[in-house]
């Protein structure tokens, strides 16, 4: 059985950090697109970012640019996001997913539980 289960996150003032970790199993996901996706209360889910299997390929939501970093770990069947610079518009549960494709497009086929992220102003 396929598991997803997010840890780090937590409450945070505006302009701080968190990293929010992923880790998988029930497979191997070398192979698949991973991702993180947000939802705030009252609104719909929204795609953040993800990552290629291998690594090389990143595509990031233009709302959180040059903040947020995703990575990997295959070796651990881990994805991290690290994100700074937070702000209030950051508060959201974060989800992982996994994709059905190396490159990480169309939607995710696998999700993970959630882990809340409030960042304080």
């Known amino acids: 059985q396929v598991q997803l289960v997010e840890s780090g996150g937590g409450l945070v003032q505006a302009g701080g950090s968190l990293r929010l970790s992923c880790a998988a199993s029930?497979?191997?996901?070398?192979?698949?697109?991973m991702g993180w996706f947000r939802q705030a209360p009252g609104k719909e889910r929204e795609f953040v970012v993800r990552v290629s299997s291998n690594g090389g390929s990143t595509y990031y939501a233009d709302s959180v640019k040059g903040r947020f970093t995703i990575s990997r770990d295959n070796a651990k069947n881990t994805v991290y996001l690290q994100m700074n610079s937070l702000k209030p518009e950051d508060t959201a549960v974060y989800y992982c997913?996994?994709?059905?494709?190396?490159?990480?497009?169309?939607?995710?086929?696998?999700w993970g539980q959630g882990t809340q992220v409030t960042v304080s102003s």
């Open positions: 029930g497979r191997t996901f070398s192979s698949y697109g």
């Open positions: 997913a996994v994709y059905g494709n190396s490159l990480g497009y169309g939607l995710p086929k696998y």
